[in-house]
């Protein structure tokens, strides 16, 4: 099991701030994940085309061409507002 | 030394100053305190959410403290960040360096603010009587993190 993150605005697109799901056959990086869940929903897939968007698997800020065989948590990050 | 700190209970910057230690080299220490504002526009703010991503949060502030707290030569650098739901008033952030001399202390602390408004992951959402909006950080921040290059 993956678990998927989605934070800040990407929760509302996706409905939920988390979902495990067993990673389909063919998604091997984090770009083919991204396209999976933006074919799935429109609004979703809307929101996490924005290049804005970034991605961390396993804590770590990655590219989509980054592997999500091995990940345990995969989140999709908007832009950071601190402070 | 640098202390970073994440907390959802009500962050008190009177008392978080009163107990920073003081090395016997510190002649200066300089804060800073953001506030939820109690109005956006002629709108009124009904409580601010700021969400984190627990352990990832931290620890970019964290990297983020220790390249400010380096390129300054401070004593000591807290930063002591809000999570959760605030009430309009409430402090959202309480940054202090300490340093031999004021200027490294002053400029360490508005670094930092700089690098926390576009760098610390949080995602901020102002609850108003029209709804709810998501805050992003504004042209003006954008425009002074990229004129930074410390981290």
Not at chain 1, 30 to 54: C, I, T
Not at chain 2, 61 to 74: C, D, H
Request: with cysteine; hydrophobic share 45%.
């Amino acid at each position: 099991m993956t678990k998927i993150l989605f934070m800040g605005r990407l929760r509302d697109a996706a409905g939920a701030e988390i979902e495990e799901i067993d990673l389909p056959t063919g998604i091997g990086t984090v770009g083919d994940l991204r396209a999976w869940l933006s074919a799935r929903s429109p609004e979703l897939g809307g929101a996490l085309s924005s290049s804005s968007v970034r991605a961390a698997v396993d804590l770590e800020i990655v590219d989509d061409a980054h592997s999500v065989q091995e990940a345990r948590e995969v989140a999709f990050l908007p832009p950071f507002s601190g402070g | 030394m640098i202390e970073v700190r994440i907390t959802g209970a009500a962050l008190d910057p009177t008392a978080e100053l009163a107990a920073l230690p003081r090395h016997p080299g510190v002649g200066a220490v300089a804060s800073f305190v953001g506030y939820c504002r109690a109005e956006a526009g002629d709108e009124a703010v009904i409580a601010l959410h700021l969400e984190e991503y627990p352990q990832f949060t931290a620890r970019e502030i964290n990297r983020i403290a220790r390249a400010v707290s380096g390129k300054y030569a401070l004593e000591r650098l807290l930063v002591v960040h809000r999570a959760g739901v605030l009430a309009p008033g409430e402090p959202i952030v309480l940054v202090a360096a300490a340093s031999a001399h004021r200027m490294q202390a002053f400029a360490a602390v508005e670094a930092m603010m700089d690098y926390l408004k576009t760098d610390a992951p949080f995602w901020k959402r102002e609850r108003r009587a029209s709804g709810s909006v998501w805050i992003e950080p504004s042209e003006e921040d954008r425009r002074r993190r990229a004129a930074r290059s410390d981290t």
